[in-house]
C-alpha cells in the first residue's frame, strides 16, 4: 500500500465552483487498489498554501497526483483573461519545495495539449485522458522504483464501461459544493462520435459513446444520496442524448427507482421530442443546457453540427410545451459567419421562445481540432502560435467589433438572452451573494403553471 495525496487546482467559480469530479475518480481507483489517499481541492481549502503544506507534511505521500481541469475561461470578451496554469505553477512549485515525492498530473486541461503542460508546469509525469486505471500501475511502478515513461496515454487503450472508476465523494467537499453550487457532478457515459469543428471533446473523451451500465449509476446516485445527502446532480457527459437511445434506458431506470433527486446536463438540440422530455421529467430532468452553437444553418454548417435551426426550433418548442426550461449556447464570430449571417442569427435567436440564451463571440482554438487547421490557413493565427494562451477564431469575413455590437444591441432587448458571458456571471454572483444556489438561469423562464421556487442555500443542505 503506498501513500498517494491528490490535489485538484481548479479555483474557477465561473458560472459557479464545480466538485472536483476528476480527482474523485481517480481517488475511487486509487483506494480501490489498496492505496492511502488525500483529496486536497485547493478551492475549498480556502485556496490556502498554507493548509497545502500542512496537509502535504503531514500526510508524507508517496505519489503526489495532480488534477488539472481548466486552461482558461474560453471567454474572448473578458475583460481580463482567465489563465488557470499560472497558479497552477505556483502549486506545483509548492509542492516541489515541500516533499520529495514524484508528481503525476492529468486531467481535462492537461489532455488538451499535455506536452506543452508539462514542460510549462516542468512536472515529472503526465497521464493523458482517462487516469484511473494508468495511475494505479504508474504509482505501483515509481513506488517500486521502476522507470516510467514520461507520458502515458490513457487514450490508447479507452476503458471499458466496467473498467471506469466511480467517483469517491468526500462529506466535507460535498458540502462546500452542495453550499456553494447546489449541485454535484456524476458521469453516465464517455465519448462523442460528433465531429464539431472547434470542438476537443472527442479528442478527450474518444470518439464513440461508451456508456455504464443504467443500474450501476442509478446505484451510484443512490449511495450518493443515501451516504452523502446529494439530491441535485449535473450528468457531465459531453452530449447526454445519444442517437443510440440509451440516455433513454438510463432515464427509465432512474424514474423507476424513484429516488426524487433531479438532474440536469448537456444536450444536443436534435431529435428530442416530447415523450423523450416526459420520460427525462418523470427522472428528475428540470432543465437542459444545450449546445445550439449556432443561430443560422450557415453557421452551423460551419461548424459541421449535423443539425440545422428547424431541429433547434422543434426541441425548444417541445422544452416549452413539457415546461422544462432549456438554455441555448451560442458563439457568434465562427467559421463561414458573415454579417448576412449574423443578422440572420439575430433574427433567429427572437424564434427562440420561452427560453434563455446565452452568447459567446469568437471560439477558443484549441489544438487536434479542424478549426486550429482553418484558422492557419485563413491566416487568422499562425501556424507556430502557443496554444497554452488563448487565441480565438474569428471569421475573416467580419469586424469582430461591429459583429459585437449587433449582438449587443439585440441581446439587451430581453433578460432571458445574456451577453456578454460576463454580464450573466454578474447577475449570478449578485444572486448567490442572495443565497440562491443551482444553474439560476433557468429561474429566469416562467410558465404558467408548474412553477418551480429557487432554492436557497440552506435548503439545499
Ligand atoms: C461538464 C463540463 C462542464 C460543466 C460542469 C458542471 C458540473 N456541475 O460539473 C459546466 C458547464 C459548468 C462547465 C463549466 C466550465 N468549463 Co467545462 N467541461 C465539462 C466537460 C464536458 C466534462 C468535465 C467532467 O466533469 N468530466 C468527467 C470527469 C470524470 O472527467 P475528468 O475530469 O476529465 O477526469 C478524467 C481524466 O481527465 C483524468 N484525470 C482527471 N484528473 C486527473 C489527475 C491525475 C493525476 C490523473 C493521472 C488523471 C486525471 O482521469 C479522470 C477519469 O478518467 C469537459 C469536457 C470533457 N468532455 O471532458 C469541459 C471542460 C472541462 N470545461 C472546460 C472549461 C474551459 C470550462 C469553463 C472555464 C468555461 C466557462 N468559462 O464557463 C467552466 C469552468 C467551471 C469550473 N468551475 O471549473 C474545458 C477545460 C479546458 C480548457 N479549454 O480550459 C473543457 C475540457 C472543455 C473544453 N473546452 O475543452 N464545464
Ligand atoms: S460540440 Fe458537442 S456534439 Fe459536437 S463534438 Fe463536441 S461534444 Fe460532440
Known sequence: MSKVFLLSTNVTTEPYPVYPLGMAVIAGAL?????QIVQFDFLAEGQSTQALVEALRNFAPDVVCLSLRNIDNV????QETAWYLAQAKELAEILRRNTPAPIVVGGSAFTVMPQAILDYLGLDYGIVGEGERLVCGIVESLVAGHEVPRLSDGQLRPLSAEQMGAPLYEQRLVDFYQAESGQINIQTKRGCPHQCVYCTYPGLEGNQFRP???????DEIARAQRDFGIDSFFFTDSVFNDAQGHYLQFAEELARRDLGIRWTGFFRPQGIGREELRLMKSSGLYALELGTDAASDTTLNGLRKGFSFADVLAVNAACVAEEIPAAHYLMFGGPDESYASVREGLQNVERIANNVVFAFSGIRILPGTELHG???????IEAERELLMPAYYFSPQIEVEKMNDLILETFKQRREWIFPPSEGQKRLTVMRRFGFRGLLWDTLVSYKKGRRTLKKAQDAN
Not at 31 to 35: N, Q, S
Not at 374 to 380: K, T, Y
Open 31 to 35: 483506494v480501490e487498489a489498496g492505496h
Open 75 to 78: 471567454d474572448s470578451f473578458a
Open 212 to 218: 455504464q451500465d443504467p443500474s450501476a449509476v442509478v
Open 374 to 380: 482553418r484558422a492557419i490557413r485563413e491566416q487568422v
